[in-house]
C-alpha cells in the first residue's frame, strides 16, 4: 500500500485548512449529526444558525478545535495522551466532565450489531498502538488507516470515538504528507457497512483498501506542475 500523495507538511497543511469546512462537515454527518454544509459554514465562522440545537452547534466549534489543534502542532506524539486530549476537545461540554479524555467504564452498544466492544484497557491501548505505529515495512498512510480503524474498534471513549480516530490517523497522514482521510456523503453507507463488519469480524483488510481507494484526500503538486 503505496502513500498515494508525497506532500510537505506545508503542503498538506494548506490543503486541509482549504477545505477545513468539508471536512468538518463530513465528519459530523458520520456521526449522526445532521447539519448542512452552509451551516457548518455559517458555525465556523462563529455565525448563528436559528432551529439548529446547543448541542450541534457545540459539535461543529469542539470539531473547529481539534482540527486547530492537530494542525497547529507539528510535534505532538502520536501516543495515548493525545488520543485522550483529542478526546477532550470533540466532546467537551457533551458527555460528562468527568468521562472527557478518559477511558469508558459503562458498556456500550453499537448500533447495527450484536457485537460489543471489550472495555477498554489502558496498558493494551498503549501496547496495541506501540505495535501499530512501529511497522518500517508499511507506509504511513497503511499505518494511519490500521490506527484509525483499531482506534475506533477499541470504543475507548463513551462517545465520539470515530472522531477521536479519523483526526488521530490525520495528524499522522498530515505530518507526513499523504494526503487527509475523509469520507464523502455518498461513501458513508458502504463504511458502515464495512465498519461493522469489521467490528464483528476483527479482520480490518477489507475495510483498509476500501478506504484507502476512496477515502484519501489530496493534490499531487508533481502533476499540477
Known amino acids: 500500500m503505496q502513500d498515494k500523495y508525497n506532500l510537505t507538511r506545508e503542503q498538506n497543511v494548506f490543503i486541509a485548512r482549504r ?3 468539508d471536512y468538518i ?18 458555525i465556523y465562522d462563529g455565525g448563528i444558525v436559528n432551529g439548529l440545537s ?8 469542539n470539531l473547529k478545535y481539534a482540527w486547530e489543534f492537530i494542525l497547529e502542532n507539528k510535534d ?10 483529542i478526546h477532550k476537545l ?6 460528562l466532565e468527568q468521562e472527557l479524555g478518559r477511558i469508558r467504564t459503562t458498556p456500550v452498544n453499537i448500533g447495527g450489531t450484536q457485537w460489543k466492544p471489550q472495555f477498554p484497557i489502558e496498558n493494551q491501548i498503549k501496547e496495541e498502538l506501540e505495535i501499530l505505529l512501529n511497522q518500517p515495512e508499511k507506509t504511513k498512510t497503511e499505518i494511519a488507516i490500521e490506527v484509525m480503524l483499531s482506534v475506533m474498534r477499541r470504543q475507548m471513549f463513551i462517545d465520539g470515538n470515530k472522531k477521536v480516530a479519523m483526526l488521530f490517523a490525520n495528524k499522522i497522514m498530515i505530518d507526513n ?3 487527509i482521510i475523509t469520507i464523502a456523503q455518498n461513501y458513508q453507507k458502504t463504511f458502515f457497512d464495512k465498519l461493522i463488519k469489521y467490528y464483528e469480524s476483527n479482520d480490518m483488510s477489507d475495510l483498509k483498501n476500501w478506504i484507502y481507494e476512496n477515502c484519501i484526500d489530496g493534490i499531487d503538486y508533481k502533476n499540477k506542475q
Open 90 to 95: 470533540v466532546a467537551d461540554k457533551l458527555v
Open 177 to 179: 504528507g499523504c494526503g
Open 54 to 61: 446547543v448541542n450541534k452547534i457545540i459539535a461543529i466549534n
Open 76 to 85: 505532538i506524539k502520536y501516543d495515548y495522551n493525545t488520543l485522550c486530549h
Open 25 to 42: 462537515w463530513k465528519s459530523a454527518n458520520l456521526e449522526g449529526i445532521d447539519v448542512t454544509y452552509p451551516e457548518t459554514q455559517v
Open 19 to 21: 477545505n477545513i469546512v
